[in-house]
């Protein structure tokens, strides 16, 4: 078994889909209409490491508990972050910012021996952990 990917509900599906296109170089695979449940999905997938990465959007959601911090995540039960590895921590991390992320943690030591890590938050408040593990891969 393998990961397939990994959905995010989101406010504003088109501003999300540039911004996640543009950040980690994405590009929409797909785009699906649930009429039923008046959803919308566009399917994100990065086609140089092969993952997908979905954006959904309904009429009428609300904004569920949204950590600010790392911590603050780890004290809510579900999914609390997405985490992309990246080759150049430094580079992605003020690429991200530049395109409207706000910083949560610059650029640190992760716990995990070799890598670095730093966590934005997305245009939306969404958390992302950024990682380098190019220390302990060889690169």
Known sequence: MRLDHVG???TDLDA?????SEAFGLRAE??????????????LISDEHGYRFELLHRPGGTTGLRAGTPPEAALTHGYGHAAFDVPDL???YQRLLD???TSVMPPVQSPEKGVHMAWVADPEGNLLELLDRSAINGQ
């Open 8 to 10: 995010l509900n989101v």
């Open 16 to 20: 999300a889909e540039k911004w996640y």
């Open 30 to 43: 797909r785009r699906l209409r649930v009429d039923a449940f008046d959803l919308d999905i566009v399917m």
């Open 90 to 92: 430094h580079g992605a």
């Open 99 to 101: 395109l409207g992320a």
